[in-house]
């Protein structure tokens, strides 16, 4: 009786979710088993072939420029990003912090591909930077800068930089003041105090932070469609290509289903750090 | 005081422009167990924060063992803080907190192994079996000692406790009075305190700084704060509330009586009766001084029950009265009843 | 002199840090700023200012192509957001308010559109509809959005009530109101900042949306990132610039009245109070 309301209430989302989310999945499950025929059709199969290609040198190679560009997407939005949590959560005039926060949300909200566009018009050859830099004669030659590993850096740092601010800012906000005060007390220099008690006590804002950059740079698609050139090719480019194009849904299939799975397991590994530290997971 | 650990000299700190402290001159001895006492916004934890290194004076110097500390920072300086809160770390162990201050430049002149200096501390404040518990496995009490642990094994000059007692409920709260005073008496550290407690000040201090409103009223012995209030700021905040023209008097040292008392009743009982009649009265009776009055309410305390009089010129007497079942046992009377009020003339404390 | 030399260090740190912060600041806002700047620009081929013009915004409204996109766009935004958020709503009140059989489970398939990369949401859209023999159109890419979007309205709306204090419906119901009528007067009433939240983001996701749309759009239901993309693609133009700050722009006017729609329902829940003060 106490369950039916409860049962209706969630019917609809199990229905949705069912029926456009698991059920795609598993369809995809399924192709990444069966054979490309010719122009994209599907021949039957069970066959683990889409598998076994995925680790020739090649699709390696892709996928380990993936985890490159992601770890160092990671890792320069962390540096970047833990200066400014810090200055907004512990620096900052109380009445201002709310609009620094604001200010680094904001562009969350605005359109990723417009933003992504941004950078093309920037860096190109005939773009601002070499404009500027050709009109003030410091070069005569424009630079290449679109198309490059460097470009791809830029547009994923500067589009995952607010999910690394936000979580280490609440963690830092968290803090008790008092605690810096008995480290200072307890005769800890400033460089001291950071390293022993803010760092340690803002880990899980950093950790949250870093799944929350390095998960979406791992299947990440229009940065480096748009800045990365045919030489960039990332494991999100090299799914769309094979439904595209190259017309091989069950390849593709099971390229995703590899980065699907291998998301999850980072997941879940964070997961259960989070809980045998004791606090809740993002 | 030739002996002074802690000297400040003319300190002031305003924030904004709100003062906080407001000059404030004072010495320390070595090896004092000193309160500084006053209610909440009176400036002494700004005092505390002062010596501690977290504040920095405006104006006038903080004297630590002969050397002006202006511009040291808090981790250099030779004192120690037991924070209102503890302010535990709770990603270290007990033993890893206690720990944490042994490796910074401070404390260098600490004896021994930093293991067994921690286990000796714990042994101390009588921890030995918790050693690996995180912080909030711990009871208040526990957390107080750990806090206490921390500071001490560094050995600081002075040691500040910033309301150490507060967060504790009552019966653990008196369990650690005593133990903090053995504590000091043991470590022979200068202790200085700040609560606003003034029971807690008097248990535990051998002299009492009173604060208000960012000025000391008035320093001294714990028994010479008490008995002999200077200010009528610090005898109100004693607990001594009835107030004469130049003296106070503290309702404990009051006696009720159903019925003029023999000797002073005669001079009383014609005309007014009155506080100016009480005051002529002792000048005609140099021991005692009687006045007349209604209960206005009477409060049962357990062992002593707390009455307020109202006396013939409107003012408000307060008598605490010890319920010892003796014959001439006052709490038969009702609110209401007519009543008079004596007290021995050596009780009046004058007042500035 | 050693300590004063510390205190300036420990000022300099902090310096350092509110300079970090607003190159950091200045590197988020820069591009944007270049984009809106340059789609008043004159000068067709290189980003060197020739002057100002409205030339681009005015070939903009002319094209229909654009015009289209933006139709299309809309209705799917609409659409999807009204959708996801009456189903996400409700899940997310089951979520947080009752026995859910199989709750374990409801909360992980909750994360899963959240978590799972978009690319393969798009991939795995688009096998299903080809599975189903479903020709592509503007009904497929409504249908991808409302299933992508569900979990973060149910999420927002779940983390709103976790934090809504239940003895509130218990008094409503002491003091006689019915099931529904608590719902309606008390729960609803509490919830809508949530709602409004959870509704706001599904339709920016919605109307930003590229990855998957461009899996699961048919021919004729080109959306605005979609138009978007095949022109930045074939070419960069002033014209992209300017439908880029239009997009800003709307985006930027939806926050503000979101934000404001947020400050006026605490100032009435300030005035409840009473009033005077």
């Not at chain 2, 518990?133 to 806090?147: E, F, I, M, N, Y």
């Not at chain 3, 976790?162 to 119901?173: T, V």
């Not at chain 3, 095949?230 to 006017?253: H, Q, R, Y």
């Given at each position: 009786m106490k369950s039916r309301p409860a049962f209706l209430l969630i019917a609809p989302c199990w229905l949705v979710l069912g029926l456009l989310f698991l059920t795609p999945l598993a369809i995809m499950l399924w192709l990444s088993f069966q054979q490309a025929g010719l122009y994209g059709a599907i021949d039957p199969g069970p066959t683990l072939a889409n598998y076994i290609r995925c680790v020739e040198p090649g699709y390696v190679a892709i996928c380990a420029?993936?985890?490159?560009?992601?770890?160092?997407?990671?890792?320069?939005?962390?540096?970047?990003?833990?200066?400014?949590?810090?200055?907004i959560a512990l620096k900052a005039r109380p009445e201002r912090k709310n609009l620094l926060l604001?200010?680094?949300?904001?562009?969350?909200?605005?359109?990723?591909?417009?933003?992504?566009?941004?950078?093309m018009f920037i860096l190109r050859d005939q773009g601002v930077i070499n404009s500027l830099l050709m009109s003030l004669g410091v070069i005569h030659e424009p630079l290449t800068l679109l198309y490059t590993p460097l470009a791809v850096m830029i547009g994923q740092v500067y589009a995952e930089v607010p999910f690394m601010v936000l979580p280490i800012y609440v963690s830092l906000e968290k803090l008790d003041r008092s605690l810096l005060e008995a480290a200072r007390d307890l005769g800890a220099g400033a460089a001291a105090a950071f390293w022993r008690v803010t760092a340690p006590l803002a880990m899980p804002g950093t950790v949250a932070g870093i799944v929350l950059v390095f998960i979406p740079s791992l299947g990440t698609f229009i940065t480096p469609d748009l800045l990365g050139g045919a030489k960039g090719m990332l494991v999100g480019n090299l799914i769309q290509n094979q439904f595209g194009p190259a017309l091989n849904k069950p390849f593709g299939s099971a390229v995703a289903m590899g980065l699907t799975a291998f998301v999850l397991a980072l997941l879940w590994a964070y997961a259960t750090w989070a809980r045998r530290r004791g606090e809740e997971a993002l | 005081m030739s002996d002074a650990i802690l000297r400040l000299d003319a300190v002031e700190k305003r924030f904004g422009a709100t003062p906080a402290v407001r000059g404030v001159t004072l010495e320390i001895a070595r090896g004092e167990f000193f309160a500084l006492l006053g209610p909440s916004g009176c400036g002494k934890t700004t005092l505390l924060r002062l010596i501690a290194g977290f504040e920095q004076p405006d104006r006038g110097r903080v004297i630590l063992d002969g050397a002006d500390v202006a511009g040291v920072p808090a981790n250099e300086r030779p004192v120690n803080t037991v924070f209102q809160h503890y302010a535990l770390f709770p990603h270290l162990t007990v033993a890893e907190n206690v720990g944490f201050g042994l490796r910074y430049k401070k404390q260098r002149e600490v004896v021994g192994h930093p293991t067994s200096a921690i286990h000796e501390m714990l042994t101390l404040v009588r921890l030995e079996g918790l050693a690996d518990?995180?912080?909030?496995?711990?009871?208040?009490?526990?957390?107080?000692?750990?806090?206490l642990a921390r500071a001490l094994i560094l050995r600081p000059k002075v040691l500040l406790l910033d309301e150490p007692l507060a967060a504790l409920d009552v019966k653990l709260r008196k369990e650690m009075q005593m133990e903090l005073k053995?504590?000091?008496?043991?470590?022979?550290?200068?202790?200085?305190?700040v609560t606003h407690d003034q029971e807690e000040a008097l248990t535990l201090a051998d002299r009492v700084a009173v604060m208000n409103l960012g000025k000391i009223e008035q320093v001294g012995a714990t028994e010479e704060i008490f008995e002999r209030p200077r200010t009528r700021f610090v005898a109100d905040f004693m607990g001594a509330v009835n107030f004469f023209d130049g003296f106070v008097v503290r309702p404990e040292k009051m006696r009720l009586h159903a019925a003029p008392p023999a000797g002073i009743g005669q001079a009383s009982a014609p005309g007014a009766n009155g506080l100016s009649q009480a005051r002529r009265e002792s000048t005609h009776f140099p021991?005692?001084?009687?006045?007349?009055?209604?209960?206005?309410?009477?409060?049962?305390?357990?062992?002593?029950?707390?009455?307020?009089?109202?006396?013939?010129?409107g003012k408000l007497l307060t008598v605490v009265e010890p319920n010892d079942g003796a014959p001439d046992d006052v709490s038969r009377w009702r609110e209401g009843g007519r009543v008079w009020v004596t007290w021995d003339k050596r009780h009046q404390v004058p007042l500035q | 002199m050693n300590t004063e030399r510390g205190m300036r260090n420990a000022e300099r740190g902090t310096a350092a840090l509110r300079w970090f912060s607003w190159l950091v600041y200045a590197f988020l806002y820069a591009p944007i700023a270049v984009l809106v700047v340059f789609s008043f620009n004159s000068e067709r081929q290189t980003a060197v200012w020739r002057g100002f013009t409205l030339d681009w915004y005015r070939v903009l409204f002319r094209d229909a192509a654009i015009g289209n996109a933006v139709a299309n766009s809309v209705i799917v935004a609409a659409a999807a957001t009204v959708i996801a958020t009456v189903i996400g709503t409700m899940a997310g009140l089951a979520m947080a308010r009752h026995e859910v059989p199989g709750k374990r489970a409801t909360r992980s398939l909750l994360y899963l559109p959240v978590i799972v990369p978009e690319i393969v949401v798009g991939a795995a859209l688009v096998s299903l509809f080809g599975f189903l023999a479903m020709r592509l159109s503007l009904t497929t890419v409504i249908l991808a959005h409302v299933a992508f979007s569900i979990s973060?309205?149910?999420?927002?709306?779940?983390?709103?009530?976790?934090?809504?204090?239940?003895?509130?419906?218990?008094?409503?119901?002491?003091l006689g109101a019915t099931r529904w009528q608590t719902f309606s007067r008390v729960t609803l009433p509490l919830i809508a900042p949530g709602v409004m939240a959870g509704a706001l983001l599904v339709f920016t996701l919605s109307i930003d949306d590229y990855i998957i749309t461009s899996f699961v759009a048919g021919p004729g239901a080109t959306t605005l990132p979609l138009q978007i993309?095949?022109?930045?693609?074939?070419?960069?133009?002033?014209?992209?610039?300017?439908?880029?700050?239009?997009?800003?722009?709307?985006?930027?006017?939806?926050?503000a009245a979101a934000q404001r729609l947020q400050v006026a329902r605490r100032s009435t829940v300030f005035s409840d109070r009473g009033p005077g003060s």
């Open positions: 420029r993936s985890v490159w560009i992601a770890v160092a997407t990671t890792l320069i939005c962390l540096l970047v990003s833990y200066p400014v949590a810090y200055y604001a200010l680094v949300v904001i562009p969350f909200w605005t359109s990723f591909l417009v933003r992504t566009y941004a950078w | 518990r995180k912080p909030d496995q711990l009871s208040g009490g526990q957390k107080q000692r750990v806090a053995a504590l000091q008496r043991r470590v022979g550290i200068t202790f200085v305190f021991t005692s001084c009687c006045v007349e009055g209604t209960v206005e309410s009477k409060t049962y305390q357990g062992e002593t029950t707390r009455w307020q009089v109202r006396a013939a010129d | 973060y309205v149910a999420l927002v709306v779940r983390a709103r009530l976790a934090c809504f204090d239940r003895s509130l419906e218990e008094a409503a119901m002491d993309y095949w022109m930045v693609k074939t070419g960069i133009t002033p014209e992209i610039n300017a439908v880029s700050t239009l997009l800003l722009a709307v985006t930027i006017v939806l926050i």
